[in-house]
């Protein structure tokens, strides 16, 4: 017993010796502003659960089943199967997601942040922002930021050059607050205190480079849009209306969704300075507005990473119509990082979505007062929808940052008096602003080509496209219970025939296995199915068009940054292939293509909206339905996929979207809409030929 209890007494020394394992969580616990190194601690401190891995790569398996584009995506057809980068050129859109899933079960990983970043980014190398996994354990729970969001600007030579935006300082100082005296005090020697002086600052290397090397750096794994040109501007800053005001987008190089870089060295040339100085900038990481305050590593799981009573669907009819009543007026578990104002799943119901899905959440930085217009908008406004008259007394202009608001009724009442309320003050021209237009309701993007067109052959029965789905297994399963068996008695679900019209726009009824007659077709060398082609789903409209036009489609222009998606890429396409309405892209390379719009889809969805309709029709025990997540994962998918207008028998998702002219920006006008709407109208309406700076695509 004597020789017992000395040992017990050895080991209780001993351990009281160890160390105590370091909390990487606790450590940064309750700070809103940390290093990345710290971040990048707290999340790597995870290990792989093997279950949990297995169940997250049996959901995507089987959920990407009703994804209408996989087989498109293992190699994409021109203009997107190549790109040509900096200093090589590669596949554009070439993802087998299947294989790679296969070959992420097999890996080993150091930590479940290592694994969630390999799914992460082999979905975004599909460059399709309907298409995604989003895991709020580790996506934008740190948001990464520096106080010097980019541009591309051109002189008046048509050089360009990547440069700080001149607004720098004061977007940062507004949005950052105390934290600015970080990046104050870090400076060099004279520069010490003086952020504001790099203003507008020429960038001559990143990290002793080419700027353009980290800019198509950026586009290899930032996704989100086919277009390489696109990915391009996602780099640099830009702006777009808000649905309570004009707001700022750093850009992916001041702005990033993981914690993954520390610092970034940059060789710069300000503005009235002939010397060349060096800074080393870090990046701050700040704790994002959605995820979940913690005090340690377990409530940091507890509070972030584990499936919710959200992050799952519901059976419909296996609830009180109280609970189904409260369940439909909450958001969907995707909406903070839908990039449209959230709406509930009721509006996405009864008005179908067709939304860009991106990592991070919509901004919320405001656009500095001095850059916004200074004139007030029409009383019309609504929301998202914003009315302007130009000083020239001839050119309104739209600004629109979303195809979605919060009430579906005003907001296409709202784009009616708008622009009638336009044509009144004496507008003949007008100009449609949708940079960085997520989408958004798919029947606002029918109305309003509608009313700006008139009623003619391209706007009536549908001012739309023709759709499509897959058609699985588990997909005909799903419609025959609702058809043999009665089992949505109340259309609560998207595979009910009757929310469906046929190829000539007549209703399918209740009886109908509208899914037949499948279309077998070989994509890519893989077999796939698809269901008959589906018409239109919106008129006759809530509201009365009015019969004629209240513009001439010449007279109409759309712009944007070429962030352009989803719903408002099916308004952008109609517009310019069926109308001729011309389209501009501000700020691109002028080496590169500039599409006026990506990522087209045709009506977009959820992991939790998919499980919903299995679970209501009870085939959740089904082989082919996936299980639940054990993660707080929310997965994005192309639900429905748009025929093409030039090759009809071709999905609109790959077609060529040039946009007619590439209009770089100056120092004076980026980032200020009212003086790129004038710009726009001077240029494209009064000038017989293009100037100079003017680039054709065409």
Same mark, same amino acid.
């Given at each position: ?6 040992l017990?007494?050895v080991a209780?020394?001993?351990?009281k010796?160890?160390?105590t ?7 940064i616990?309750?700070?809103q ?7 990048r ?7 792989v659960?093997?279950?949990? =891995?297995e ?8 959920t ?5 584009s996989?087989n ?5 057809p021109k ?9 090589f ?8 997601l299947?294989?790679?899933l ?6 080993d990983y150091?930590?479940e942040?290592e ?16 298409c995604?996994v989003?895991?709020?354990c580790?996506?934008?729970?740190y948001?990464?930021y520096?106080?010097t ?11 360009q ?5 001149p607004?720098?300082?004061?977007v940062a100082s507004?949005e950052?607050?105390?934290e ?5 005090s870090?400076?060099p ?7 504001e002086?790099?203003?507008?600052a020429q960038?001559?290397?990143i990290?002793?480079?080419?700027p353009?090397?980290?800019?198509d ?6 996704g989100?849009?086919q277009?390489f040109g ?7 800053s830009s702006?777009?209306r808000?649905?309570?005001g004009?707001?700022?987008q750093m850009?992916?190089?001041a ?9 970034v060295?940059?060789?710069? =040339?300000?503005v009235n ?8 900038l870090p ?14 590593s377990a409530s940091y799981?507890a ?9 799952n669907?519901?059976? #419909?009819?296996a609830?009180?119509?109280?609970i189904?009543?409260?369940?439909s ?12 104002p ?7 119901r ?7 899905v ?6 919320d930085?405001d ?6 217009p200074?004139e ?8 998202v929808?914003?009315?302007?008259m ?5 050119t309104?202009v739209?600004a ?5 608001a919060a009430?579906f009724?005003?907001?296409?009442h709202s784009?009616l ?6 044509k009144s003050?004496?507008?003949t021209r007008?100009?449609v602003?949708v940079?960085?237009?997520?989408g ?15 009623? =003619? ?11 499509t789905i ?6 005909q ?10 089992m ?11 929310q469906w ?29 698809f ?6 789903e919106c008129?006759?409209f809530?509201?009365e068009?009015?019969?004629k036009?209240?513009?001439?489609a ?7 940054n070429?962030?352009c ?8 396409i109609t517009m310019?292939?069926?109308?001729g309405v ?9 080496e590169?293509?500039q599409q006026y719009?990506?990522v087209v889809?045709?009506?977009?969805t959820?992991?939790?909206t998919?499980d919903?309709?299995i679970k209501?029709?009870?085939l959740k025990?089904?082989?082919l339905?996936?299980?639940?997540? #054990? ?5 994005g998918i ?5 025929y093409a207008?030039?090759?009809p ?5 790959w077609q060529?979207?040039?946009a ?6 100056? #120092? ?13 109208s001077?240029?494209?309406f009064?000038?017989?030929t293009p ?8």
């Amino acid at each position: 017993m004597a020789l017992l209890g000395i040992l017990a007494l050895v080991a209780l020394a001993t351990a009281k010796l160890a160390p105590t394992p370091l909390d990487h969580c606790a450590a940064i616990a309750g700070k809103q502003w940390v290093s990345p190194l710290e971040a990048r601690a707290c999340m790597h401190s995870f290990p792989v659960h093997t279950n949990v =891995k297995e169940n997250i790569i049996e959901v995507l398996n089987k959920t990407i089943a009703m994804h209408t584009s996989v087989n498109y995506q293992i190699s994409a057809p021109k203009p997107f199967d190549k790109a040509r980068y900096y200093l090589f050129s590669c596949n554009d859109v070439h993802e087998d997601l299947h294989k790679d899933l296969a070959r992420i079960r097999q890996q080993d990983y150091q930590s479940e942040f290592e694994f969630h970043l390999d799914v992460f980014h082999t979905f975004r190398r599909l460059n399709d922002g309907h298409c995604v996994v989003i895991n709020y354990c580790y996506d934008s729970l740190y948001i990464s930021y520096l106080p010097t969001p980019l541009v591309l600007l051109t002189a008046a030579d048509g050089q360009q050059n990547v440069h700080i935006a001149p607004e720098a300082f004061t977007v940062a100082s507004a949005e950052f607050g105390e934290e600015i005296e970080f990046w104050q005090s870090i400076l060099p020697g004279k520069l010490r205190g003086q952020l504001e002086t790099l203003n507008g600052a020429q960038v001559l290397t990143i990290n002793d480079q080419d700027p353009f090397v980290t800019v198509d750096m950026n586009a290899l794994v930032t996704g989100g849009y086919q277009s390489f040109g696109t990915r391009q501007n996602s780099f640099f800053s830009s702006y777009y209306r808000g649905a309570n005001g004009w707001l700022y987008q750093m850009g992916n190089f001041a702005q990033q969704v993981h914690p993954l870089t520390d610092v970034v060295k940059l060789t710069i =040339k300000r503005v009235n300075s002939t010397s060349i100085d060096i800074v080393t900038l870090p990046y701050r990481s700040r704790f994002g507005r959605a995820s979940k305050n913690f005090t340690d590593s377990a409530s940091y799981r507890a509070n972030n990473c584990l499936a919710t009573n959200e992050t799952n669907g519901v059976d #419909m009819y296996a609830v009180s119509p109280s609970i189904r009543q409260q369940t439909s007026e909450k958001p969907l578990p995707i909406a903070y990082f839908q990039q449209q104002p959230p709406i509930s799943r009721k509006e996405a119901r009864r008005h179908p979505v067709n939304v860009l899905v991106d990592a991070l959440p919509l901004s919320d930085i405001d656009l500095p007062e001095v850059m916004q217009p200074s004139e007030p908008a029409l009383n019309e406004s609504y929301n998202v929808a914003q009315f302007y008259m130009l000083n020239d007394n001839a050119t309104g202009v739209l600004a629109l940052g979303s195809f979605s608001a919060a009430n579906f009724s005003a907001f296409q009442h709202s784009l009616l008096d708008g622009l009638v309320k336009l044509k009144s003050l004496g507008s003949t021209r007008l100009v449609v602003d949708v940079t960085n237009n997520g989408g958004g309701f798919i029947c606002i993007a029918h109305w309003l080509h509608r009313i700006i067109i008139g009623s =003619k052959a391209t706007t009536e029965p549908q001012a739309g496209l023709d759709t499509t789905i897959r058609a699985g297994p588990l997909a005909q399963l799903i419609v025959r219970r609702i058809v043999k068996d009665d089992m949505d008695p109340d259309t609560l679900l998207y595979y009910n025939p009757t929310q469906w019209t046929n190829a000539s726009h007549v209703p399918f009824t209740a009886e109908t296995e509208w899914l037949n007659p499948l279309q077998n077709l070989t994509i890519n060398g893989h077999e796939d199915n698809f269901s008959q082609r589906l018409g239109q789903e919106c008129q006759p409209f809530d509201v009365e068009p009015p019969q004629k036009g209240l513009f001439i489609a010449k007279d109409v222009v759309i712009i944007s940054n070429g962030r352009c998606a989803s719903s408002c890429s099916l308004f952008s396409i109609t517009m310019s292939k069926l109308e001729g309405v011309r389209t501009v892209v501000v700020g691109g390379k002028q080496e590169t293509p500039q599409q006026y719009c990506g990522v087209v889809g045709g009506q977009s969805t959820d992991f939790s909206t998919i499980d919903t309709e299995i679970k209501s029709v009870r085939l959740k025990n089904n082989t082919l339905a996936p299980p639940d997540f #054990m993660a707080n994962i929310v997965q994005g998918i192309t639900w429905r996929l748009g025929y093409a207008i030039d090759d009809p028998l071709e999905p609109e998702e790959w077609q060529n979207h040039p946009a007619d002219i590439n209009l770089p920006l100056t #120092m004076e006008m980026v980032n200020r809409p009212v003086a790129i709407w004038e710009a726009v109208s001077n240029e494209v309406f009064r000038t017989a030929t293009p100037p100079p700076l003017l680039v054709q695509n065409k």
